[in-house]
């Protein structure tokens, strides 16, 4: 068996990995323990985060490679991970992290009938939420498992090998100890909420029926099950469709015991690196669909790309001196926009770039076709583009601390394609247009920050469209946390995979041209 050799940076032992056709370097070194918690771009050799050093059989550097990595590191042997195949008899420096110690557990709840764990498993981040022993304790972080990839089929392929798919699940399974091991007791009613492959990798299922077409769910969920031996029995809802999982679901659950839930038509639409989407019509039908996005929205894999966090910008405005970041946290009612803080090393949410590129559109910086227009007839738009320039042959305009390369604006623009085709297709199943639903209720990465305004400048909606649209923030980590500790919500629950009919998207007759037709700034119906 071929093999190459990986040496950890950190304490220079080194090991000899077997290679394994089909899968790249960088997810290689993800089973060797590298890249933990890193949100790796899945091969899009845009981040530059999977950078490692060769020490022996340096392959010669691509063209994405001159553009991420300086000169003095490409001579030096430095490459990106995610863009090659490991080279049989190479050599790579790697910080490979050591195997956790497995968390200890708490002791268990003294009130089991009422302490609960509600756990969305997102693919970018985990969400949780506890009850019990007279606190509320929320948090997230990082799914440790984005060292694979930003994406789900990235992981999946991974998990093609019983060494990717042990090392995915103990992924989780550290994630899911760390949460409980932090918290004051253990609760004994726990539910995992997370689309169907990240289910399916945390519980390391076969996962044959979502690596092609047609796909399957091969277990429906809607059950408890162990996710390790001496943790607690955890339920997972029912998985209705091969990407339409338990956070849908949950979701469901949610916005239905709300008290101001919508009458139906409404349209529930949880948008992260997989969109999923639920249209709940009058008699409890439920049309689902589920399209691939990227990991834009999550601010994976963009130039500045980063998750929501302190220090982050969620949103720009615009000044009379151009623009101006809302960090994460600030008030821009209040003035505190930027806050006069460093913005040379900027990070940017997905809803930051989201807000920038919807302001550069409507000052027609950003043409329909999302490309940098040479000649805006603004007076503020032709100042700012003569911040444009040429990085690695590529174009990026510099406003407001952010480097807005041409590729990031394509990113956004291929969310919106996807996004317009999977709510075209349901309407058209419900012989329905947009006028005719009564909301439409954001979730996920998009929906706790974005500015809806934004969304219709850049064409998800129609003109006026955005007054439809309410974000419902984690609903699918609110459904968890009532499916944890509430049996009526699982009877309801139990009830819902009959009541749901899948409309397949990317197998949809016509879908290229729609798809095609939808790359534009501007609705298409």
Request: glycine share 12%; with cysteine; net charge neutral.
């Amino acid at each position: 068996m071929q093999t190459f050799r990986v040496t950890n940076r950190k304490d220079g032992r080194s090991v000899d990995v077997p290679i394994d056709p089909g899968l790249t370097l960088a997810q290689h070194l993800y089973v060797a323990g590298a890249f933990a918690d890193r949100p790796l771009c899945s091969g899009a050799g845009r981040c530059g985060l999977c950078q490692v050093e060769f020490t022996e059989g340096a392959p010669a550097p691509l063209p994405e490679e001159r553009a991420r990595i300086p000169h003095a590191r490409l001579e030096a042997g430095w490459r990106l991970a995610c863009r090659r195949p490991p080279l049989p008899g190479s050599a790579v420096l790697a910080d490979r992290a050591g195997d956790e110690a497995p968390s200890p557990l708490p002791k268990p709840c003294a009130d089991n009938a009422a302490a609960y764990l509600g756990i969305d498993l997102g693919t970018t981040s985990i969400a949780w939420r506890f009850g019990g022993e007279g606190v509320e304790i929320a948090g997230s972080r990082y799914n440790p498992q984005l060292g694979a990839g930003s994406e789900i089929m990235s992981r999946l392929a991974l998990a093609r090998s019983p060494e990717g798919a042990a090392r995915l699940k103990k992924a989780v399974i550290c994630a899911v100890r760390g949460i409980v091991g932090a918290l004051p007791c253990l609760p004994q009613k726990i539910c995992l909420a997370g689309n169907t492959a990240m289910t399916y990798l945390a519980l390391n299922r076969d996962v044959s029926g979502l690596l092609a077409a047609p796909y399957r769910v091969d277990w429906p969920g809607g059950e408890a099950v162990s996710l390790e031996a001496d943790l607690p029995q955890i339920y997972v809802p029912p998985l209705v469709a091969p990407f339409v999982g338990a956070d849908v679901s949950a979701g469901l659950l949610a916005l239905e015991r709300r008290g101001d839930a919508p009458t139906p038509p409404w349209l529930l639409a949880d948008l992260g690196t997989n969109g999923e989407f639920a249209l709940t019509l009058p008699g409890g039908e439920t049309l689902v669909a589920s399209v691939p996005m990227g990991p834009a929205l999550e601010g994976v894999g963009m130039s500045q790309g980063r998750l929501a966090g302190p220090g982050v910008a969620v949103a720009f405005e615009l000044a009379p001196g151009g623009f101006v970041p809302v960090l994460f946290g600030d008030d821009p009612a209040a003035g505190s926009a930027g806050n006069g803080r460093d913005r040379r090393n900027l990070n940017i949410s997905g809803t930051g770039y989201v807000s920038l590129v919807a302001r550069l559109r409507r000052l027609g910086i950003v043409g329909e076709s999302g490309q940098f227009t040479p000649q805006p007839s603004l007076p503020l738009a032709a100042r700012l583009m003569e911040n444009l320039r040429a990085d690695g042959g590529e174009p990026c305009l510099r406003a407001g601390g952010a480097t807005l390369y041409a590729s990031d604006v394509e990113a956004l623009l291929q969310v919106k394609a996807a996004f317009s085709v999977a709510v075209k297709l349901l309407l058209d199943r419900a012989g329905l247009d947009f006028t005719g639903l009564a909301a439409v209720c954001l979730a996920g990465a998009l929906g706790e920050h974005v500015n809806r305004a934004d969304l219709e400048i850049l064409g998800f909606f129609p003109p006026g469209g955005s007054g439809k649209v309410k974000s419902v923030g984690n609903a699918s980590l609110e459904g968890a946390c009532l499916a944890a500790r509430d049996d009526d919500a699982r009877l309801w629950l139990a009830g819902l995979p009959g009541r749901v009919k899948l409309i397949e998207v990317a197998t949809a007759p016509g879908f290229q041209s729609m798809y095609l037709d939808a790359m534009r700034f501007s609705y298409v119906r």
